[in-house]
């Protein structure tokens, strides 16, 4: 069988030792393989990251033999002589064996072929970045990329913008399950607490990208793979501890194959911290489990995960003179609020770590429970197919306690006693959620055996969403004639989303490549009920009718190029329509005046330079090199902008602008020479405007030819420099730059995020002792020039006493210096 296997520099002295480094691929296509397993002598030691590439840091003196697994390809088997010159192997796997579960992932991933813009990360590339912080801060290096923390350090509730586009317009899928919560199109991965250490691959499509289940991308896609299977059996544990009294624990465990059919893997972990932010603690906890049977034509595989988080509420941010001192400002911000000579003196020590909130249950608790039932199957040489069923059960509330609220606008009746009539009184209230998600997706992949030039694959999916909005007084000092978790407000919401897609891509000629993609998506969407919003114009006793019906057929198109100018060289070219329904605030929490919320249309033009070489000598004995140049045009319709100011539960509020677009260039390139020194660095260039603007006011209403959309800097950049002084330690600096960011669409210098630049510092020390795989020591300084920045915030409009209007801004600061210690092991 032809392997396509090299192996480079073999000869040399006995005595010798030294490092071996390769990439991996599919020996059909050509695509890199992340996550293979690198065994040398029988012992895992290595496996690929998303390039496909590992490095073994000394291959001791002598013959030994070098193993190669990955699940769904034959296993390599190949003798390694260690010698004192750097090694490189390049090895192509052959399609066969047990099969993978990834088909449902594969079906929606993006490759050299589908033309566009895309970023892969593997199991080691999260492992290295994983010290407890959630998700989008391990993807804060990526291009595009600006993430934010509420309570300032990265744990608890975070938010990760891509071309600034906040998470409601990222797809995100695990196991090609949709993630995103199908009201509000957020993905909340708080309630999935250290979701990364049971990540095998991750893919970052930025732009429409291929067509996925769930709701449609507007900004990016991120599909997430947790299908690892893994022929060893295995136990590791990670720590940590760091500033804000942060921890995590995580256990995992693997028994490997069970008689060459069964395998069972799982995970604990639980993550707490008191947070950068003075009251914004969280407590996270998580487990994972897998069971699977596998055959060489079969997978079935059982997965269940869960995440319960307790988090105080850090959705107000901080008000602006909090953070530079004016004292007028803040006198004004301690008038407009009424606030007692405590609360007056509080925020003035606070400063910059102010919380509006002093309640000790000012919480948000929420638990998630995902099951997934997976079939991969082959179905003859050509074709394979993915199916799965899925159920996600939601239930949650905030708890609030609230001042001196009206006791009509809680559907009780003011209280006599004797002369004195009591209107108003404090409570304790809770907002509940109470959902189910449930529905089955499936992906028919081809393949032919003897022709690689073909790919295909046909898919699509059914879900259903019911969700329970409602209210509770658990407390009151005047509970009039309330009772016992007196409910307030209630509404119902449910929602039918399905989908079909067909995609292919055809090499036409040796050099050229051709990709075609079109799905078809219906939406049926209805609340009845009412919604606590007294400060509403339209409220009647406080609640506001939201009563919704809301239906919409999209169809959505792509269709790219590549075009391979020399070897590891390529042009590509790719125009994709996508389209969006609103979100539920959108219909609920409308802007005044606003005449109700449209579908959003996006036409999206990608184009770009990609070069790749593995092995080069340019700097010196095996040079990896990689370079891409990606220009972007995403022209919208009716799209959703963010107004700069929250609803009541820390929910941004969105008005529709008729015309829109995002232009840029995003330039990635990468380094690495012989794995002792490495430079990754991503740089995006762009604009983000609205076309025509109008803004009103108290006293007129104005158009601005060009307005620049909110929340959307125009550079972004990270760097990351990466070094192995010693056998085992590796050092990086990460460094990430963001520019000017307006808090709302006016474009006013009043309004807005000061550009920032942050510098991190990573260490990693790995051993192997004789008792075990593997000791590891990591540490992480963020923030190592103790910059005082803020990375998101929001504002008010009001009118003055003058009669123009006036703004009040909020932000949420990050956390100055602080680091993060681990230790892990392997067994």
């Known amino acids: 069988m032809t392997t396509g296997l090299a192996l480079l520099g073999l000869s040399g002295a006995a005595w010798a030792q030294g490092p071996v480094a390769g990439t991996i691929t599919d020996a059909r296509t050509g695509q890199p393989l992340p996550g293979a397993t690198i065994l040398l002598d029988g012992r895992p030691s290595s496996s690929t990251d998303a390039a496909g590439s ?27 002589q260690g010698q004192a010159q750097a090694q490189r192997v390049s090895a192509g796997l052959q399609p066969g064996g047990v099969l993978t579960g990834d088909a449902l992932v594969t079906a929606q991933r993006a490759s050299d072929r589908t033309a566009t813009a895309y970023t892969n990360l593997g199991k080691q590339d999260i492992a290295k970045r994983n010290f407890g912080q959630d998700l989008p801060y391990l993807l804060d290096q990526t291009p595009s990329v600006v993430v934010t923390s509420d309570a300032g350090a ?34 909340f991965l708080v309630n999935l607490p250290d979701l990364a250490s049971s990540i095998s691959s991750l893919q970052v499509q930025r732009g429409v990208g291929t067509s996925q289940n769930g709701g449609a991308a507007f900004g990016a896609s991120l599909n997430i793979s947790t299908l690892d299977n893994r022929r060893e059996a295995y136990g590791e544990t990670s720590n940590s501890y760091g500033s804000f009294n942060t921890w995590k624990n995580t256990v995992q465990f693997g028994t490997g194959l069970l008689g060459e059919h069964f395998t069972v893997d799982g995970r604990l972990s639980r993550i707490s911290t008191d947070g950068y932010m003075n009251r914004a603690a969280s407590d996270l906890k998580s487990y994972y489990l897998a069971a699977g049977y596998q055959a060489n034509n079969t997978l079935v595989k059982f997965i269940t995960f869960s995440g319960r988080e307790k988090t ?28 007692s000579a405590a609360d007056a003196e509080r925020v003035r020590r606070e400063g910059r770590r102010y919380s509006y909130y002093t309640y000790d249950n000012q919480t948000d608790n929420y638990l998630q429970n995902h099951y997934q039932l997976h079939l991969s199957q082959q179905l003859g040489p050509d074709w394979n197919l993915g199916a799965a069923l899925h159920l996600t059960r939601g239930l949650g509330y905030y708890e609030s306690f609230r001042a001196n609220r009206k006791l009509a606008n809680y559907q009780l009746p003011n209280i006599t006693l004797g ?12 907002k509940y959620l109470d959902n189910y998600f449930y529905g089955g997706t499936f992906a028919l992949n ?18 259903r969403f019911i969700n329970d909005h409602y209210g509770e007084i658990i407390w009151a000092r005047y509970a009039s004639t309330g009772n016992i978790r007196q409910r307030y407000y209630f509404n119902d919401a449910t929602k039918t989303d399905y989908n079909a897609y067909a995609r292919a891509t055809w090499q036409l000629l040796p050099r050229l490549g051709v990709y075609g993609d079109v799905q078809v998506r219906h939406i049926g969407y209805g609340i009845d009920g009412v919604e606590h919003s007294p400060d509403d114009p339209r409220a009647v006793k406080g609640v506001v009718d939201v009563t919704t019906r809301a239906r919409y057929t999209f169809v959505n198109p792509k269709a790219g190029a590549t075009f391979a100018v020399a070897k590891g060289q390529q042009l590509y070219a790719s125009f994709a329509v996508g389209q969006r329904e609103p979100v539920r605030s959108d219909f609920t929490d409308r802007p005044a005046g606003d005449a109700g919320a449209q579908a959003e249309r996006l036409h999206d033009f990608e184009g770009g330079y990609r070069f790749t070489q593995p092995n080069t000598n340019l700097l010196g004995p095996n040079t990896s090199l990689r370079f891409e ?44 020479a012989n794995d002792k020194i490495s430079l990754s660095s991503t740089i995006t260039l762009s604009q983000n405007r609205i076309r025509d603007y109008q803004e009103a006011t108290t006293d007129s209403t104005f158009m601005l030819r060009t307005s620049t959309i909110s929340y959307s800097p125009s550079v972004v950049s990270a760097h990351t420099l990466e070094v192995q002084p010693l056998r085992g330690l590796r050092a990086a600096v990460l460094y990430k730059t963001v520019s000017r960011q307006y808090l709302d669409n006016s474009t006013s210098e ?41 990375a998101n915030g929001y504002t008010y409009g009001y009118p003055g006493a003058d009669g123009r209007q006036q703004t009040f801004n909020w932000y949420f600061p990050q956390a100055t210096r602080n680091f993060l210690l681990s230790v892990g092991a392997k067994f």
Do not use: C
């Open 312 to 339: 105080y509420q850090a959705w107000n941010g901080v008000p602006e003179p909090a953070l530079t001192g004016d004292a007028g400002l803040l006198q004004q911000f301690i008038d407009n609020g009424e606030l």
């Open 446 to 463: 081809y393949q032919p055996k003897n022709n690689d030039r073909l790919q295909a694959t046909v898919g699509g999916a059914w879900n």
């Open 419 to 430: 002369d004195t009539t009591i209107k108003r009184t404090d409570l304790i209230d809770r």
């Open 154 to 187: 990265g744990v608890g509730y975070t938010d990760i913008r891509i071309r600034g586009t906040s998470n409601t317009g990222i797809n995100m899928t695990i196991n090609g399950i949709p993630l995103n919560d199908a009201e509000s199109h957020g993905s």
């Open 629 to 672: 140049a990606n220009y972007f045009y995403m022209n919208y319709r009716n799209q959703l902008v963010s107004i700069g100011q929250l609803n009541d539960v820390g929910t941004p509020l969105r008005t529709n602008v008729a015309r829109s677009y995002r232009r840029g260039l995003e330039l990635t390139g990468f380094v690495s």
């Open 54 to 80: 590992f490095n073994l840091a000394t291959v001791p003196a002598g013959r030994h033999e070098l193993r190669i697994t990955f699940v769904g390809y034959e296993t390599l088997v190949q003798t390694l």
């Open 750 to 790: 009043d309004r807005r995020i000061q550009p920032y630049q942050v510098l991190d510092f990573r260490l990693r020390y790995t051993i192997r002792p004789v008792f075990m795989k593997e000791i590891e020591l990591g540490l992480l300084v963020n923030n190592v020039l103790n910059r005082r920045y803020a």
